[in-house]
C-alpha cells in the first residue's frame, strides 16, 4: 500500500488523537457536572482530584501528540532528548504498571527519529496489557540514528497488521486509526532512506529502525 493518499492517512491519524483524548477529555466534563451539582465538601473534593487528574492525562497526550505526529516547532531541525523523555515518562506514569528503562546516548535527535522513537514507545506501551517494562534506546552513529524500543512483559498483545505497516506492506482497506500511525513511520523512514524492523514473542516485542541523519 505505496500509494495513500495524504488526506486519508491525515483523516486516520486525526481519529487516533481524537479517540485517545476522549476519555481523559470526558472525565473532565464529568467532574465539571459533578462539581456543578455537590454540596459536600468532601466529595467536591474527590471531584476537583478527578479534574486535576484528567487534565494532567490531557496535557501529557497533547504534548505527546505534538513531538510524535506533529511538527515540533521551535525546536529546528533536532529535538533535545529530555523533552522526548519527559513525555514518555509521563504516559508511561499515566498507563501505570509499567516500569521505563531509558538509554540515549545522544543529547539531541532529528525530528525524523523522535516521532519515530515516541511511536515506538506508545506501540510497546500499548502491547504491555498486563504490565511490565519498556526499554527505550537510541543513538547517533555513522550518520545515522539508530532506534530500539523493547516491550516485555507476561502478555503481549499485538496486532500484525502494525507490523505490516511498519514494513510498509498494508493490504488496501486496512488503513485505520489504528494502523496509521504505523503507516506514517513507514513512509518516513523510507523517505530518509532506512528502515524499520519489528521481532515478537510470547513475552517480548522489539521494534527497531536505522534513519540516516541529515
Excluded at 505505496?2 to 466534563?29: F, I, K, Q, Y
Excluded at 473534593?45 to 484528567?54: G, R
Excluded at 523522535?114 to 550518520?143: H, W, Y
Aim: aromatic share 4%.
Amino acid at each position: 500500500m505505496n500509494d495513500t493518499s495524504e488526506l486519508d492517512l491525515a483523516a486516520m491519524l486525526c481519529s487516533r488523537l481524537c479517540h485517545d483524548l476522549l476519555s481523559p477529555v470526558g472525565a473532565l466534563t464529568n467532574g465539571l457536572e459533578l462539581l456543578a451539582d455537590e454540596r459536600d465538601p468532601e466529595m467536591r473534593q474527590k471531584c476537583l482530584e478527578l479534574l486535576e487528574q484528567s487534565a494532567k492525562i490531557s496535557a501529557d497526550k497533547l504534548k505527546f501528540f505534538r513531538l510524535a505526529f506533529g511538527a515540533a516547532g521551535g525546536f529546528g531541525e533536532s529535538v533535545p532528548v529530555d523533552e522526548a523523555r519527559k513525555v514518555t515518562e509521563a504516559l508511561v506514569g499515566d498507563a501505570r504498571r509499567v516500569e521505563l528503562n531509558w538509554g540515549l546516548s545522544a543529547d539531541r535527535l532529528p525530528k525524523g527519529a523522535v516521532k519515530v522513537l515516541l511511536n515506538f514507545a506508545q506501540i510497546g506501551l500499548d502491547a504491555l496489557v498486563r504490565g511490565g517494562t519498556l526499554d527505550v534506546g537510541a543513538e547517533s552513529r555513522g550518520g545515522a540514528s539508530e532506534i530500539v524500543v523493547r516491550a516485555a512483559g507476561p502478555r503481549i498483545a499485538f496486532d500484525e497488521t502494525i507490523g505490516r505497516a511498519l514494513e510498509n506492506r498494508l493490504e488496501p482497506g486496512e488503513l485505520s486509526s489504528r494502523t496509521a500511525a504505523a503507516h506514517m513511520l513507514a513512509l518516513l523512514a523510507r523517505q530518509a532512506g532506512g528502515g524499520l524492523q519489528y521481532v515478537l514473542s510470547d513475552d517480548a516485542l522489539v521494534l527497531g529502525a536505522v534513519l540516516p541523519e541529515g
